[in-house]
């Protein structure tokens, strides 16, 4: 029974001591709050609720691995601002007589991320993410599934370089 009081009193100094909090998910968290700011849209090919669906799986992605709160406001402790730079569906398979037989869908992020708590590990980078589908489907067909494809993957590599220094 001592060594259960011993262990609990220990884990609440740390907790009283304001301590770095680690997630189940790797990340070390030092803040309390961050301002996720709706990425704009700023790729030449502009699908309309790509800027809201991206941000949302963004914002989903942190809140659920860090337990960080959200906030509107200029000084969080973490900042994350960007906009999506590229949308493109290109041809990545081909057959013997020039017809495509696999088409790609590639969209690019550019983040700023701000810690407040540690400026070292403020950065700017733009994350690239595709998914193939076949050429004989319509892009608008599958639309939706890819951009949730890509847009877990993205929503990971910015947290992972956030929060898991990746």
Known sequence: MGFRNLLLS?????SLAGCKIY??????????????????NKAQNVVPSLASTLTDKLRSRILSQTGLRSV???????????AIVGY????????????????RLTISIKV???NRKNEKANFSQTFTRFSDFDATQVLQNV??????????QLADDIFNKAFVNW
């Open 10 to 14: 220990v884990i609440l100094l740390m």
């Open 23 to 40: 997630s189940f998910s790797g990340a070390t968290i030092e803040g309390k709050d961050i301002n996720i700011h709706l990425l704009e």
């Open 72 to 82: 509107t406001k200029d000084d969080a402790d973490y900042d994350i601002s960007g």
């Open 88 to 103: 493109t569906v290109t041809v990545t398979g081909a057959t013997n007589v020039q017809t495509a037989t696999k088409n």
């Open 112 to 114: 700023t991320f701000k």
């Open 143 to 152: 639309e939706n599934t890819l951009i949730e494809d890509i847009g877990n």
